[in-house]
Structures are given as C-alpha cells and as structure tokens.
C-alpha cells in the first residue's frame, strides 16, 4: 500500500523568507506525485507535479519540489513566500496505472507573518 | 470556462437521514471522483467513474454510493448518516480516467454536517 508522511503540521514562517514543506513517501511501485494548495474555505488548486524527467519540478506561484527516489521524498520549496501563502499544502501521490485515486498526506500549514 | 461546480455548498441532516450532493465536471471532462475530507485531515479518495462507469473506490462502507450521468455530472449518495460522516465533500474531475498521470481539479466542495 502506498502511504504519504507530512511531518510538518505547521509551519510559520516570516514574509519574504524560505520555506521548505516536507514530503516523504512510501511505495513499491513508481508513482507520480503531487502538490495541492487549499485556501480557507476552497477546493484543492494543483501547485505542481512530477510525473517523469527532471527531478526538479516547477510550479505556479513561485514554488517548486524536488523529487529524490532514493530518500523517497518530495519537498516543496519557495524562495521567498508572501502573506498571500497563507494556507494547507498536501502532497499526493498516485499509482501510474489507476492515477485517478490520489493519496493524500495530512497536510501543512504555512502560516505566514509579516 | 467554468471549474468543476457542486451543491450544495452547505447542508445539515440529521442522524440516520440520507443526502445527495451533486457535481459537474470541467466541459469536456469525463472523469469524476469524490473525496471526503475531515477536518484536519487529508482528503480521502471515495469513488472514481470513467464514461459513467465505476472505475475505482476506496475503503468506505456500502451507505455511501455514486452514479455518473450521460452528460458526465456525477451524484454522491450517503444513507444512513452518522455523526462521523460530518466533512467536506470534493468532486474531482480530469479528461482521461486512467494512466495517464493527467492533472485533477478539484470543486469547492460541499460542507456536510450531520448532527
């Protein structure tokens, strides 16, 4: 079985700083994998996702992820995060022959202060 | 172009009561699914139907069931409501069912209560 670990349930963090989610994943089988923002009160909006190629993977808003297989993870990073990013990330992943069944990890909470 | 709509927005039902909460996918779109969400909790995968068949579902009792329409909107029932059936229910739609890895989008949701 496929399972996603978000060990971070909060993050706050200053305007204009960095910030890095974590991501960690376990499967047997290869997946494709996901990152989705929720603002309050909202549906799932993709960030971005790996699917094959490069492991480095660029998204809307300014954020990207790094796949690494061999730690199994797939951190979120911004370089410079606005109050507007305020919300709860998930990441996902998927088995490639059903990638219609997203598992979800918990979630994040970037909590940003000016 | 119009997301991936539902309603209700918002309901309360009663313990043991039955709802149904709608959905339509992107134009186009012709696979949906549905996930419940728990407070504080990561969405949690329900049903998936492909060309108004059912292509997948998850680890949930037999109150919950889907149907998917010709025009490829999608109806999620629940009977017999619990106190934990209390979530918010996203509907999902992509183009392609399958394998390909292609992006789903998500609706607002819908707020359930039961009390």
């Known amino acids: 079985a496929q399972s996603v670990t978000q060990l971070d349930s909060q993050v706050p963090v200053f305007e204009e700083a960095p910030v890095e989610l974590r991501c960690n994943y376990s499967?047997?089988?290869?997946?494709?994998l996901f990152w989705y923002v929720q603002y309050p009160n909202q549906g799932l909006q993709l960030l971005l996702k790996?699917?094959?190629?490069?492991?480095l993977v660029k998204g809307i808003n300014g954020f990207e992820a790094e796949f690494n297989k061999s730690q199994t993870s797939f951190h979120l990073r911004k370089p410079s995060v606005h109050i507007s990013d305020t919300a709860e990330y998930f990441c996902a992943v998927s088995l490639m022959d059903s990638s219609y069944k997203l598992i979800f990890g918990s979630g994040t909470r970037l909590l940003v202060r000016p | 172009d119009a997301g991936v709509t539902q309603s209700p927005t918002h309901l309360i039902k009663t313990r043991g009561q039955q709802v149904t909460l709608r959905c339509s996918p992107i134009s186009g779109h012709k696979s949906v699914s549905w996930y419940q969400q728990v407070l504080g909790q990561g969405p949690q995968f329900i049903f998936q139907y492909y060309e108004k068949e059912e292509r997948g579902r998850g680890n949930f009792p037999d109150r919950f069931s889907a149907r998917q329409f010709p025009n490829y909107s999608s109806e999620l029932n629940v009977n017999a409501l619990l106190l934990g059936d209390s979530a918010l229910y996203l509907c999902?739609?992509?183009?392609?069912?399958?394998?390909?890895?292609?992006?789903?989008?998500f609706g607002e949701g819908s707020w359930l209560t039961v009390v």
């Open positions: 999902a739609s992509s183009l392609l069912g399958g394998r390909s890895g292609n992006t789903i989008y």
């Open positions: 499967s047997s089988v290869s997946v494709y």
């Open positions: 790996y699917l094959s190629g490069s492991t």
